[in-house]
């Protein structure tokens, strides 16, 4: 019968190890995985490798060990553990939990007293055991019945050692590495060891002489007079390094082995937690039988569907109820281009009445155009601003338009993922009715809405129209309660409008700009192309990362930084580090930067122009991110790059539509730093703006000591990179990533800054307190963020949650003020019925497609509008330009 494996893993080591490893990787939430991720990577490869029969993980505990009581020293010199990493260590534990994996810890001794003595327990029932660690101290316990696995650069490369190898590559026993860790010391851990041996003098003399002890029992005859003299001094310190350096293999565990026997999961509870940390490849380990969701379809419909004979009579009973619900439906997905088939309406107190559009089109607008314009009538909907564009497209201008079901849950749940009716319906009515998606299918074989039948379309529209006016009363019940009674009607609701009329109107686009940029990008790939072959003595595939790894690290033998699962790194961190070892690295960095960008924004802008309009629609989403920020899809304009020349020059083709109108772009000023300033009261920040001075420049002279006029560029850079990173929360760790520091000189930057900014700091401690106190965060206009997280057990949660009470007020206030500039913008120029459009919103700034006889009057407009919309004590300021296309307003 084969020996069956022990598989013993160093819980803090692998974790660590990982972190290292692996970019800092976040949830949408904010949560960091990226050392969750590299050790479940391990372990599951451990898994497979192996098939462990028994399996326990050792974690290091708080506090000290009994070798600090030996000497105080031990690990003094180890850097306190980043927030980001610390903050995972609770994750990986409840992970452990649901796969019901045995997590061993005890006071007063280490991770590796706990696996040493495993492994002698492992051995005693003639267990082949396997020791998982990154800590090279292990190689002491390795045997013939137990190897130790090293974790190489990366997370998924492990160097095997048992004690043949071990004997082979270094000449000694693997229990002899107590000793040479006694002559040598360990800096990591604060051993001191004898001063002057490292591991080639230590290793000659474990070789002679076996161990310390004979060391000293033969110290005259020890060759080399300084060597001789260092051991002579430091004998005492050998000894304690040996011991500090001794895994105990007799610590007194509760546990048997039997007691380690490998248990199936918890794999509902397992899923849940890879669902929450958006590990979506680890849900393929999840079996199947696991992860299906089974739903239920319940729901009596009550609809009609009515010709243009009846038209007349829907008008009079929509006029009677004063209120009518609506929904538009398109042939496909591509609500901006496709034909409108049909209309769903349901007059309050009534069914369902639905209307095929595709014959009697000039009778609908004829006889409901009135109904929809008239300012008497109440209509309400779900996802509105789809059914106004439609509306657009028929020179139909609704007026009074008082629920969306959609944003009404966006204030009430702003975390929510899913806003579809029928899973509101589910959440508030315990009744799923038909979903889209089981409508039309999904993937390569989904439908369109002229492919299915009339009256599965009716009763997906009946359901959809009389969930909205059930759920209006509940919904607004909830938002008068929590005070956004102002947001939802003068910010959000206006504002699907202002949305619906940017994507109707789009973007123009030179279409001649981006094909002659797009053939100067070509030309510069190929230059490359030609340049990076020549330097790598070879042909070879640029966009094969496995190829470009063998190039430089085999054929140029350049330093290996990373290696990967399937071989070397070649991301753009590894890149970064190896750029001044050869040219050929910065012509791969370039070429990687000019082949997205011509695919994504070239190839991918192209592709997306409009050919009846020959402009851009992108889809601006109301309901996407958690800080109420507007985002926009199809393109992503807001990732265009700004940053590099290359990226800017994409905006050259965003040009206004002819020569009668130029674009204006109205850019708020670190509005975000403006409301950090109002919401804490802090008086230097205040004053800095009242006084227009540049808030970087005067926080470096303030919290460096430097006059004004001696600032640095490097001081400043330093000084805005903390200005805004305080609003997001961030650590030491991640500072010094920024700014490429030490951590204890980010730590310096971030306590000076809050010792100037008093009430900055005091603002960072109230908000967190009052978020735990009252399970949420308001901004300026109520819009609430209710943060479960603040009372979370686990710290890494916990921690996410602090980040969010204090970045939520100042973020989500910025993007209250940016929407209600663009809804006062928008009717400023409706009101006077100007040829001047809004057409986009990024980040802070909005673009106005401007008339010439109106540009004096847009400008005065956007500029009073955009820096008066609210009353702050750090004075908003909007910094306007004009230009001939997006490019020129930079």
Same mark, same amino acid.
């Given at each position: ?13 692998? @974790?660590?190890? *990982? ?25 599951? %490869? ?92 292990? @190689? ?84 080399? $007079? ?50 929450? !940390? ?6 393929? $380990? ?6 299906? $969701? ?22 009079? =009973? ?65 996802? @509105? ?46 009744? =799923? ?8 299918? %999904? ?21 959809? !129209? ?8 509940? /919904? ?37 700009? @981006?094909?002659?940029? +797009? ?17 790598? +003595? ?65 190839? +991918? ?71 950090? *300033? ?74 000076? =800054? ?8 005091? =603002? ?40 969010? *009470? ?59 509008? /955009? ?24």
């Amino acid at each position: 019968m084969d020996t069956k494996n022990f598989v013993i893993i160093d819980g803090s080591s692998l @974790l660590h190890r *990982a972190f290292y490893a692996l970019p800092l990787l976040s949830t949408k939430k904010g949560i960091y995985t990226n050392g969750v991720y590299g050790f479940l990577t391990m372990l599951y %490869k451990i898994q497979e490798d192996y098939t462990p029969a028994y399996i326990c993980v050792a974690f290091d505990k708080k506090g000290p060990t009994f070798r600090h009581k030996e000497y105080k020293e031990y690990k003094g010199t180890r850097q306190e553990t980043p927030s980001e990493l610390a903050q995972q260590f609770p994750i990986i534990r409840e992970i452990l939990d649901a796969m019901n994996i045995t997590i061993l810890e005890m006071q007063e001794y280490e991770a590796d007293d706990i696996a040493g003595t495993l492994a002698k327990m492992g051995e005693q029932k003639d267990l082949d055991v396997i020791l998982v660690t990154g800590d090279r101290d292990y @190689l002491q316990l390795a045997s013939d019945k137990t190897k130790v696995l090293i974790t190489r650069k990366g997370i998924t490369e492990l160097e095997i050692f048992d004690r043949e190898k071990i004997i082979s590559e270094y000449g000694i026993e693997p229990k002899q590495f107590i000793d040479l860790k006694g002559l040598m010391g360990d800096k990591s851990d604060n051993i001191p060891g004898v001063p002057g041996i490292g591991e080639k003098t230590g290793l000659k003399l474990i070789r002679e002489y076996g161990c310390i002890e004979n060391v000293y029992k033969d110290i005259d005859n020890v060759s080399g $007079k300084k060597l001789k003299e260092n051991l002579i001094e430091n004998e005492s310190i050998a000894y304690i390094s040996k011991r500090l350096g001794q895994i105990i293999t007799t610590v007194p565990l509760e546990v048997e082995v039997d007691d380690l026997i490998v248990k199936e999961a918890d794999w509902y509870n397992l899923k849940q937690q890879f669902e929450d !940390l958006e590990f979506k490849s680890l849900l393929d $380990k999840i079996p199947k039988e696991f992860t299906q $969701k089974n739903e239920e379809i319940n729901y009596e419909y009550d609809f009609k569907n009515v010709d243009k004979s009846k038209f007349e009579d829907l008008a009079n =009973y929509i006029q009677k109820s004063g209120k009518f619900a609506f929904k538009f439906v398109n042939g496909n997905s591509n609500y901006i281009e496709s034909s409108i088939i049909g209309v769903g309406i349901k007059p309050k107190g009534e069914a369902t009445y639905y209307i095929n559009l595709e014959n009697n089109m000039d009778e609908f607008v004829s006889i409901f155009k009135p109904i929809f314009e008239d300012k008497t009538i109440k209509k309400i909907g779900h996802n @509105l601003k789809l059914d106004i564009v439609q509306l657009f497209k028929l020179n139909i201008h609704m007026d009074n338009f008082v629920f969306d079901s959609m944003i009404a849950q966006y204030l009430i749940n702003p975390s929510q993922t899913d806003y579809s009716i029928n899973q509101l319906s589910e959440d508030y009515f315990g009744t =799923y009715g038909i979903s889209e998606e089981d409508l039309l299918g %999904k993937g390569k074989n989904a439908k369109n809405f002229n492919q299915i039948d009339l009256e599965e379309i009716s009763k997906y529209i009946s359901f959809m !129209l009389d969930t909205v006016f059930k759920l209006e009363p509940t /919904m607004l019940d909830t938002i008068e309660e929590q005070n956004m009674d102002e947001l939802l009607f003068d910010v959000e609701l206006p504002l699907i409008e202002v949305l619906a009329s940017m994507e109707f109107y789009g973007f123009e686009i030179d279409k001649d700009e @981006l094909i002659k940029l +797009g053939k100067e990008y070509d030309d510069e790939i190929n230059d490359l192309t030609n340049s990076i072959h020549e330097l790598g +003595g070879m042909e070879f595939n640029i966009n094969s990362p496995k190829q470009i790894g063998e190039v430089l690290f085999e054929k140029l033998n350049l330093p290996i930084i990373k290696k990967t699962k399937t071989g070397y790194s070649t991301d753009v961190e590894v890149l970064e580090k190896l750029k001044d070892q050869h040219p050929i690295v910065n012509n791969i960095l370039r070429y990687r930067q000019i082949v997205k960008l011509k695919s994504t924004y070239i190839d +991918g802008l192209l592709n997306l122009i409009n050919k009846e309009t020959n402009r851009i629609h992108s889809s601006f989403n109301q309901t996407i991110t958690t800080t109420g920020r507007i985002s926009s899809t199809e393109p992503n304009l807001q990732n265009i790059p700004v940053r590099t020349e290359d990226g800017r020059r994409i905006r050259k083709a965003f040009i206004a539509k002819n020569p009668d109108y130029k674009l204006l772009d109205g850019d708020y000023s670190q509005i975000e730093l403006r409301v950090l *300033a109002h919401i804490s009261g802090d008086p230097k920040m205040i004053e800095a703006f009242k006084n227009n001075d540049d808030i970087h420049q005067k926080t470096a002279s303030e919290v460096f000591h430097v006059p004004l006029e001696e600032v640095t560029p490097v001081l400043r850079y330093r000084a805005k990179a903390v200005n805004f990173g305080i609003i997001y929360g961030i650590s030491d760790f991640g500072l010094s990533r920024d700014l490429n520091v030490s951590r204890k000189e980010a730590k310096e930057y971030i306590q000076k =800054y809050l010792e100037n900014y008093k009430l900055v700091k005091e =603002y960072m401690s109230d908000i967190v307190n009052k978020g735990k106190e009252q399970g949420y965060v308001e901004t300026l206009l109520h819009r609430r963020r209710f943060i479960p997280e603040l009372k979370a057990k686990n710290f890494n949660v916990r921690s996410f949650g602090e980040r969010i *009470a204090m970045n939520t007020p100042i973020q989500g206030s910025a993007a209250d003020i940016i929407k209600m500039a663009m809804v006062k913008v928008y009717n400023e120029l409706k009101k006077r019925n100007l040829k001047s459009r809004l057409i986009l919103q990024v980040h802070d700034e909005l673009i106005i497609e401007t008339y010439v006889d109106e540009i004096d009057l847009v400008r005065e407009i956007m500029k009073d509008t /955009m820096e008066n919309c609210i009353d702050l004590c750090a004075p908003l300021k909007v910094d306007i330009l004009m230009g001939d296309s997006w490019y020129d307003t930079k």
